[in-house]
């Protein structure tokens, strides 16, 4: 069995920008063989930037 590198990319985004996120990763992504991957997507409850204390969309 022969095993292929694989990368694991994690994205954190607003939810305006998924759906263009999403097309875009798969296009670039798809090759039509076996092993393109999958794409997972789950809510972030929410976010902070620690240095400003900025919270939700603004710290993304």
């Known amino acids: 069995m022969n095993f292929l590198p694989k990368i ?3 994205v ?11 097309a875009a ?8 063989k076996i ?3 999958k794409v997972f997507v ?3 409850e929410d976010a902070i ?7 939700g969309e603004k710290a993304v």
């Open 42 to 44: 789950s809510p972030v």
């Open 12 to 22: 954190v985004l607003a939810d305006a920008s998924l759906e263009s996120a999403l």
């Open 8 to 10: 694991k990319i994690e």
């Open 35 to 37: 092993d393109d991957g």
């Open 25 to 32: 990763i798969v296009k670039a992504a798809k090759t039509g």
């Open 49 to 55: 930037r620690i240095r400003t204390d900025e919270t």
